[in-house]
C-alpha cells in the first residue's frame, strides 16, 4: 500500500521568500505524482502533474521535482505572495488511485 | 484545467434521512470517478471507486449499504448516505481522472447531520 508523508505539517513564511515543501512515498512504482492546493472548506485544485517518465514540471512560479529512486518529491514556490496560504497535498498515483499526504498548511504573511 | 462539479456544496439534515451528492465531469468523459471523505484538519481517505455500468468498488471499512454509489452515465456519479446519523457528518469530495491519470476534484459537500 502507497503511504505518503509530507513535511513539514505547517510553514510560515514573509512574503517575498521562496517555500519549498517535501513529499515522501514508500512505493516507487507509482504510476504519477500529483500537487494540489486546498483552501479552508473547499476542494483540491490540481497544480502540477509529473508523470513517472518524468524528472519535474514546472507552471508559473511553481516547480516540482520527482526522484522516484528516493521516493521524494519537492514543490518549490517562487516568491511567496499572501495568496498563496492554503493548505499543499501531494498524491502518489497507482492504478489510477491517488494516496495523499497529510497537506503542508502555509502561511504568507504580508 | 477540466472541470469536475459537485452539488450541493453543503446540507444539513435530520438523522435517519438519506443525502444524495452529485458528481458530474463537464467536459470530458470518466469512465471512473472516485469518492473521499475528509475529516477536519485530515487528508483525504478514499472511501470507493465509480465505475460506469458496473458496482463500485469500496476500500476496506466503508459500509457500502450506507455510502450507495452510482455511475449512471460517463459524467455523472452520485453517492447517497443513507439513513444518516452524526458521525456521518463531514466533508466529500469526488474527483474523476483523465487521461495521463490526471486528476480532478470538485468543490467538495459539507454534510451537517443533526
Known amino acids: 500500500k502507497q503511504e505518503v508523508t509530507q513535511i513539514p505539517a505547517a510553514l510560515s513564511v514573509p512574503e517575498g521568500e521562496n517555500l519549498v515543501l517535501n513529499c515522501s512515498f514508500t512505493d516507487s512504482a507509482i504510476y504519477n505524482l500529483q500537487w494540489f492546493r486546498q483552501d479552508p472548506g473547499k476542494g483540491l485544485t490540481s497544480l502540477l502533474l509529473i508523470q513517472s517518465s518524468q524528472r519535474e514540471q514546472t507552471s508559473g512560479r511553481l516547480n516540482a521535482s520527482l526522484d522516484k529512486s528516493s521516493g521524494r518529491s519537492t514543490l518549490y514556490i517562487a516568491a511567496s505572495q499572501p495568496g498563496d496560504s492554503a493548505t499543499y497535498l501531494c498524491a502518489g498515483v497507482n492504478d489510477y488511485k491517488l494516496s495523499f499526504g497529510a497537506g503542508t498548511t502555509v502561511t504568507v504573511r504580508a | 484545467g477540466a472541470v469536475v462539479s459537485q452539488h450541493p456544496s453543503w446540507v444539513i439534515c435530520k438523522s435517519g434521512t438519506s443525502v444524495k451528492i452529485e458528481c458530474r465531469s463537464l467536459?470530458?468523459?470518466?469512465?471512473?470517478m472516485f469518492w473521499y471523505r475528509q475529516f477536519p484538519k485530515q487528508s483525504l481517505m478514499l472511501m470507493a471507486t465509480?465505475?460506469?455500468?458496473?458496482?463500485?468498488?469500496?476500500e476496506q471499512g466503508v459500509e457500502k449499504d450506507k455510502f450507495l454509489i452510482n455511475h449512471a452515465s460517463l459524467t455523472l456519479s452520485t453517492l447517497t448516505v443513507t439513513s444518516a446519523h452524526p458521525e456521518d457528518s463531514s466533508f466529500y469530495i469526488c474527483?474523476?481522472?483523465?487521461?495521463?491519470?490526471?486528476?480532478?476534484f470538485g468543490q467538495g459537500t459539507r454534510l451537517t447531520v443533526v
Open positions: 465509480s465505475n460506469e455500468g458496473s458496482k463500485a468498488t469500496y
Open positions: 467536459d470530458f468523459q470518466a469512465t471512473t
Open positions: 474527483s474523476a481522472t483523465r487521461r495521463e491519470a490526471e486528476a480532478f
